[in-house]
């Protein structure tokens, strides 16, 4: 069985099948020429794959995503950073880059960051003085942080293959997103100081409340939000259901940048994106359930253990698997995948399931930014009609540091631990 599930993989894989679709007919490929189970089980497992109400929080926080990039809290995020920020030495890049930190914790997708940072910024840096292919690197690499910041789907997605704490590995991704947040922030600095990238615009502290006032909306969603989910007033799917509403209610009555009768069409949208991805997870889960059933977690433990002899060994070894395999095939599938059959080798290593969740998802954001698949590459040139070199040779820098930090969160587990093992254990 496990020859048939590899080769029929990789055969559709290269003939370019829908990753879903890819999923399940291996599944029922398996089943069929092995077993003698009747393949009306493969429907009933889709179904029971979404018969969680955890995953009523993905359609919600890519609604409530959908209506912020919208609407004007991008933009007031903007202002507010850039008023602290602005003067400095690289202050327009450093402001970019918080900007997208806080929208990440608000949208939860790092296309959305891309798209609603991304198309204030970019011309605004180029218009300031600051290289053209710095600032859609740079807007490109910072909107990754939408998933390693929470509320996060991909790590929605993980806490479901692996029946794993939402709010632990949630906030598991705070210090690593701030990690990466903090050394772009240094790096901009550093190049800054070099090129002479700075506004002569000094900010008085009038317009720096003024903009502040406008924006304190936007900066409560995510304190509502995952203040809410880690002191229990609500479960990670109520706090999604509470973003909505609550983006909902400040873009069309307080900063009436929507009109109600765009919200239809901001709903179908973010209905289509949800049916995909929920699609994509049922198949995956239905497959994991096909290789649960036939013991191979064991097989592979087994298989690895016998070869390998440190769990240090195999992280490093898992995080190049997943960085090469980031370039011929989109990683959050890759993820939903590969990680339950790691179960039990994780089990023998002794390595925390949070931790490796977190390892995944920083694959995850570097899969974005690698050619030739990488999502958030295709949403940049989008915004800017640069090709797909010129995108990824401006993505390269940020790429590196992420490495860099990804190597760090890997080899220092109190970086995504010491948070959920303080107040949620």
Request: aromatic content about 10%; some cysteine; proline content about 5%.
């Amino acid at each position: 069985m496990i020859a048939t599930i590899i080769v029929c993989f990789f055969v559709l894989l290269v003939i370019g099948m829908p990753i879903a679709i890819l999923m399940a007919l291996t599944a029922a490929t398996a089943l069929f020429a092995h077993t003698s189970t009747s393949l009306m089980v493969l429907p009933q497992q889709l179904f029971n794959a979404l018969d969680n109400s955890v995953l009523l929080s993905i359609p919600f926080f890519i609604i409530a995503g959908s209506i912020m990039t919208e609407g004007a809290m991008a933009r007031r995020l903007i202002a507010i950073v850039n008023s602290f920020v602005g003067s400095y030495p690289g202050g327009l890049a450093v402001a970019t880059t918080l900007a997208c930190l806080f929208f990440a914790a608000l949208s939860g997708s790092s296309p959305a960051t891309v798209v609603a940072i991304g198309s204030i910024m970019i011309p605004a840096l180029i218009k300031s003085g600051y290289d053209e292919r710095f600032s859609v690197g740079l807007v490109t690499s910072a909107g990754s942080l939408g998933i390693v910041i929470p509320p996060s789907i991909p790590m929605i997605l993980y806490c479901m293959v692996m029946n794993v704490s939402v709010a632990e590995l949630f906030m598991a991704g705070i210090f690593p997103g701030l990690l990466i947040g903090g050394v772009f922030v240094a790096y901009i600095v550093v190049t800054a100081y070099k090129n002479r990238w700075y506004s002569e615009e000094k900010i008085t502290w009038s317009q720096t409340f003024h903009t502040l006032r406008q924006g304190i909306w936007g900066l409560m969603l995510p304190v509502i939000v995952l203040g809410g989910i880690y002191t229990g007033i609500f479960t990670p799917t109520e706090a999604a259901g509470v973003s909505v509403v609550y983006a909902l209610f400040v873009e069309v009555v307080i900063h009436r940048e929507i009109k109600i009768t765009k919200v239809p069409e901001v709903c179908r949208q973010g209905a289509i994106l949800s049916c995909c991805l929920l699609f994509i997870l049922a198949c995956a889960m239905t497959l994991i359930w096909l290789l649960t059933s036939e013991r191979l977690p064991h097989q592979m433990a087994d298989l690895i253990t016998s070869r390998v002899h440190s769990g240090w060994v195999f992280l490093i070894l898992v995080n190049i698997m997943f960085l090469i395999m980031g370039t011929v095939m989109e990683n959050v599938s890759a993820m939903l995948i590969l990680s339950p059959l790691f179960v039990e080798t994780l089990n023998r290593f002794g390595i925390d399931y949070i931790h490796y969740g977190v390892i995944m998802v920083m694959v995850i954001e570097f899969g974005f930014l690698t050619p030739p698949f990488g999502l958030n590459l295709f949403v940049a040139m989008g915004l800017t009609d640069k090709s797909l070199t010129e995108v990824s040779t401006g993505v390269l820098p940020f790429l590196l540091l992420l490495l860099g930090c990804l190597i760090l969160v890997t080899f220092i587990p109190a970086i995504s631990l010491f948070l959920p093992q303080t107040f949620l254990r």
